[in-house]
């Protein structure tokens, strides 16, 4: 049962190596790695090339101007040989043994008779101090990640739902991850959790993060995924609104946020926390 597993990188030379061996050194063998070079301009395609002659499970693809990461993301989705397949980030780490068990996480659940279509796994969030682990629900429907992205940043599905949805949106600014897992979800039913830390995510602060950029570019990618789902209710856009003053960005509602909001109507829950983010110090 061959699983790819996809990772875009730029100009990050020095936190390949850990990323790439924890995916490596997986408990199940039969993988094989797709790494997207995004136009790097440091060490990474010497190191990339010396990382694919040591393993022939390697496989490395290279843009010559860098194209983003969903671009970087969607060439390897489509050069995949796997019948499943999953993604990393170029600064995280899996588990030894996390492909192993979402494979027999998503055998028990078909032998169940289960209604799913993709699979996610608790994460532990490392800030290079302390690691604290993620607390997500057992089950989600697309509609439940207008309200939050609770998969987090990978799902493990089958390479060909992947591609039917038409992988990740290159205009999106920003929420990629949210946009394309939505529309998985709406297409083929529910998610379900693998109840297991089985992913480390990097949290530490860093100047590229998206959590550093603009807010125009949240909000733009807020427009986009609501446009693409118009059935949505008002109370639904409120929630997906909401998740631009999350934590991770650090924005606070301003004058022209509370008209875009409440132009989709009141709703006392969501009406109460918008205020909390008005609020919120810090």
């Known amino acids: 049962m061959l699983v790819s597993v996809y990772m875009p990188t730029k100009n990050r030379a020095a ?9 490596l050194h997986q408990t199940h063998h039969q993988l094989e790695l797709l790494i997207v070079d995004d136009g790097s301009t440091d060490d990474t395609p010497a190191t990339l090339q010396r990382l694919a002659a040591l393993d022939p499970r390697v496989r490395i693809f290279r843009n010559e101007v860098s194209r983003g990461a969903p671009v970087s993301r969607n060439i390897a989705i ?7 397949i999953t993604g ?3 600064d995280d780490t ?7 068990a979402l494979l027999a996480a998503w055998q028990l659940l078909e032998l ?5 279509c993709s699979l996610y796994t608790q994460d532990l969030y490392d800030d290079g101090q302390t690691q604290v682990a993620s607390s997500k629900r057992g089950s989600l429907n ?9 998969i987090g940043n990978q799902l493990f599905t089958r390479t060909s739902i ?11 600014p920003a929420w990629q991850d949210l946009d394309l897992f939505i529309r998985i979800l709406k297409r083929y039913g529910a998610a379900r959790l693998l109840d297991a830390p089985l992913y480390t995510l990097s949290v530490s602060d860093r100047p590229d993060r998206i959590s550093q950029s603009k807010k125009a570019r949240i909000v733009e990618a807020f427009e986009r995924v609501a446009a693409k789902h118009p059935e949505v209710s008002g109370r639904q856009r409120q929630l997906l609104y909401l998740q631009i003053f999350g934590k991770l960005y650090g924005h606070r509602p301003d004058l022209s946020d509370a008209r875009r909001f409440f132009g989709d109507g009141w709703h006392a829950g969501t009406a109460k ?10």
């Open 15 to 23: 936190l390949l190596q850990q990323a790439v061996d924890s995916v």
């Open 78 to 84: 489509e050069a995949a040989r796997g019948e499943w």
């Open 88 to 90: 990393i980030d170029d």
């Open 94 to 100: 899996f588990m030894p043994e996390r492909l192993q």
């Open 112 to 116: 169940t008779g289960a209604s799913f």
């Open 142 to 150: 697309w509609q439940d990640l207008f309200e939050f992205n609770a």
């Open 162 to 172: 992947l591609r039917a949805v038409g992988g990740f949106d290159p205009e999106m």
């Open 273 to 282: 926390r918008f205020v909390a983010r008005v609020l919120a110090r810090g």
